[in-house]
């Protein structure tokens, strides 16, 4: 009996302390223009539960501050996709290695909004229904839709880069650099440095596993005492 109280304080410890995320740091100030913090993301945050995928973008001032300011996520999910751009809204933005194959547009005027586009082979194509959603913090930008809308499941691993743009420039910050950049249309090409995200169960549904197991190891070793 003390060994079960035992696991099943270790779990309940384990699944408040081991929420299902990735933090990505970021360089603040490589938007190098003073006055535009939100372009300049600090961080991205990535989690998820058993169905939905969420992007939380840190950035160096409010979001809501202007409402032309734009951000994207490009993600490599599968083989193959678009290596050589645009990105899924004409912008010369590629990812060489791995390719492109979903794109998150996202903006911040007209109450706010966002889509998702998948690569086609040839061309990019808008996902109806995507269920994405736009919600803004003092400091951030969240994006959040179902995995099964971008073919993943749990176990699966991705590749992804976030950027900040605005109409008539290319990426003026990126998760993936921290090169200093500023106001331009110049070609930008994540190549090597995108960042990777394993989508895990629930922490919570895990510690029921794991003390599930350990309940039937215990009564299992029980009845081998009893001769049961």
Same mark, same amino acid.
Request: charged content about 15%.
């Given at each position: 009996m003390k060994r079960i109280l035992w696991i099943g304080l270790l779990v309940c410890c384990w699944t408040t302390s081991s929420p299902a995320?990735?933090?990505? $740091?970021d360089a603040v100030g &490589?938007?190098?223009?003073?006055?535009? @913090?939100?372009?300049?993301?600090? =961080?991205?945050?990535?989690?998820?539960?058993?169905?939905?995928?969420?992007?939380?973008?840190?950035?160096?001032? $409010?979001?809501?501050?202007? &409402?032309?300011?734009?951000?994207?996520? @490009?993600?490599?999910?599968?083989? =193959?996709?678009n290596t050589t751009g645009p990105d899924g809204w004409g912008k010369p933005i590629s990812m060489s290695e791995g390719g492109m194959d979903y794109f998150i547009g996202s903006w911040m005027n007209f109450g706010t909004g966002a889509e998702l586009r998948?690569?086609?082979?040839s061309a990019w194509t808008l996902v109806s229904g995507s269920g994405i959603s736009v919600a803004t913090g003092p400091s951030s930008v969240v994006l959040s839709l179902p995995m099964g809308t971008l073919g993943l499941n749990v176990g699966d691993t991705f590749r992804f880069d976030v950027y900040t743009t605005s109409d008539g420039n290319a990426v003026l910050d990126a998760l993936?650099?921290?090169?200093?950049?500023?106001?331009?249309?110049?070609?930008?090409?994540?190549?090597?440095?995108?960042?990777?995200?394993?989508?895990?169960?629930?922490?919570?549904?895990?510690?029921?596993?794991?003390?599930?197991?350990?309940?039937?190891?215990?009564?299992?070793?029980?009845?081998?005492?009893?001769?049961?």
């Amino acid at each position: 009996m003390k060994r079960i109280l035992w696991i099943g304080l270790l779990v309940c410890c384990w699944t408040t302390s081991s929420p299902a995320f990735t933090s990505c $740091n970021d360089a603040v100030g &490589d938007f190098t223009p003073s006055g535009f @913090g939100y372009l300049d993301i600090t =961080g991205v945050v990535v989690s998820n539960d058993l169905t939905t995928l969420t992007f939380q973008i840190h950035l160096a001032a $409010n979001p809501l501050t202007v &409402d032309w300011a734009k951000y994207l996520v @490009g993600l490599d999910t599968v083989p =193959g996709g678009n290596t050589t751009g645009p990105d899924g809204w004409g912008k010369p933005i590629s990812m060489s290695e791995g390719g492109m194959d979903y794109f998150i547009g996202s903006w911040m005027n007209f109450g706010t909004g966002a889509e998702l586009r998948t690569w086609t082979g040839s061309a990019w194509t808008l996902v109806s229904g995507s269920g994405i959603s736009v919600a803004t913090g003092p400091s951030s930008v969240v994006l959040s839709l179902p995995m099964g809308t971008l073919g993943l499941n749990v176990g699966d691993t991705f590749r992804f880069d976030v950027y900040t743009t605005s109409d008539g420039n290319a990426v003026l910050d990126a998760l993936s650099t921290s090169d200093p950049r500023s106001w331009n249309n110049n070609p930008f090409d994540t190549g090597s440095q995108a960042r990777s995200y394993t989508l895990v169960p629930e922490p919570n549904l895990l510690g029921l596993l794991i003390l599930g197991g350990g309940l039937w190891w215990q009564a299992r070793r029980g009845r081998r005492r009893t001769g049961m």
